[in-house]
């Protein structure tokens, strides 16, 4: 079953915009992970944030995260067709595995 | 580095047979993970070997099993095949075990039961 929940499911936006997208989760957690996937290949990491850490950013990907409300966003900045992608969080507690979320699928309009 | 390498791409199967997947992972990771990839149920853990030892399973029947060997390759087996398990199947590598690392994925296996 699904630890984390993506919201939106589906986002459409043109190039040069922000997206924005965010991951509930319902038990405590040791870390959690974002990931790209383009259709019908593997996943991607993109970036890891661990639970006593409140924003992390790589490039232009800016991860918060807000352990009391349960939930991280993904905020992708200056969009570009090639961010076309499903994106997925991931969360893991103790030494227990990896269990992804639903996903939101993100396509970016050239 | 290369990257994590699964084989065979496309498999196609009937039901009531039974199927290997193969995974090689990235060279120094001792982790490997599985997963199953619907459109109906996303993406669901299978399990994780950690220098052959299986660390962690989700929940599947027993038709699906697993192995490590000792150069860290690992293979799924799912015997007596069903309709249902049509899907993309994901083999990721990481340094360590127990989702403290990145996962490191394979372009994955699409398996089709008919």
């Known amino acids: 079953s699904q630890q984390g929940e993506e919201d939106p499911q589906a986002l459409s936006i043109q190039e040069g915009e922000n997206a924005t997208m965010n991951c509930s989760y319902k038990?405590?957690?040791?870390?959690l992970q974002w990931y790209r996937q383009n259709s019908g290949r593997g996943l991607v990491h993109l970036i890891l944030?661990?639970?006593?850490?409140r924003e992390k950013h790589s490039g232009r990907l800016r991860v918060t995260l807000d352990t009391s409300k349960k939930s991280s966003s993904l905020l992708i900045t200056a969009s570009r067709a090639a961010d076309t992608a499903s994106y997925f969080c991931?969360?893991?507690?103790?030494?227990?595995?990896?269990?992804f979320g639903t996903g939101t699928r993100l396509q970016v309009f050239p | 580095k290369a990257g994590v390498t699964q084989t065979p791409r496309y498999l196609i199967k009937t039901r009531g047979q039974q199927v290997t997947l193969s995974c090689s992972p990235i060279?120094?990771?001792?982790?490997v993970s599985w997963y199953q990839q619907t459109p109906g149920q996303g993406l669901q853990f299978l399990f994780e070997?950690?220098?052959?030892?299986?660390?962690n399973k989700g929940n599947f029947p027993g038709r699906f099993s697993g192995r490590q060997f000792s150069n860290s390759r690992s293979e799924m087996n799912v015997s007596t095949l069903e309709l249902g398990d049509s899907a993309l199947y994901l083999c990721?590598?990481?340094?360590?075990?127990?989702?403290?690392?990145?996962?490191?994925f394979g372009n994955g296996t699409r398996l089709t039961v008919t």
């Open positions: 070997y950690f220098s052959e030892t299986q660390r």
């Open positions: 060279s120094g990771h001792r982790s």
């Open positions: 991931a969360t893991t507690r103790n030494t227990d595995k990896l269990i």
């Open positions: 990721a590598s990481s340094l360590d075990t127990g989702g403290d690392s990145p996962l490191h």
């Open positions: 944030i661990r639970s006593n850490e």
């Open positions: 038990t405590s957690i040791n870390n």
